[in-house]
């Protein structure tokens, strides 16, 4: 069994920063790609930053150059550094990866359970 569990979220002012993290957990054997989606009420989820076993990364467009996204795979961890925060970035954040549990399989995608973030003076 395979569990993501994210932290880090939380209410911070415009202009304020956050880092959220997500770290994997149970029978994994290997992750491919790792990400960060959010949704924000009413609207659907979006894919906000994603990052490669070998670290390569991309992002919306939306939050490029204020948003990081990283990762520590001797932690199974994912990062979202996240700077300059304004209102319209108010959502729940949600980490996801493609793990193989053994080398047999093709790998699926784990999600972790959602962490708040809002941007609110």
């Known amino acids: 069994q395979v569990q993501l569990v994210e932290s880090g979220g939380g209410l911070v002012q415009p202009g304020g920063s956050l880092r959220l993290s997500c770290a994997a957990s149970g029978s994994i054997f290997s992750i491919n790609g790792m990400g960060w989606y959010r949704q924000a009420p009413g609207k659907e989820r979006e894919l906000v930053a994603g990052?490669?076993?070998?670290?390569?990364?991309n992002y919306v467009d939306s939050i490029k150059g204020r948003f990081t996204i990283s990762r520590d795979n001797a932690k199974n961890t994912v990062y979202l550094q996240m700077n300059s925060l304004k209102p319209e970035d108010t959502a729940v954040y949600y980490c996801c990866a493609q793990i193989r549990t053994k080398p047999s399989e093709a790998g699926r995608i784990y999600w972790g359970q959602g962490t708040q973030v809002t941007v609110s003076s």
């Open positions: 990052i490669t076993s070998r670290g390569t990364t």
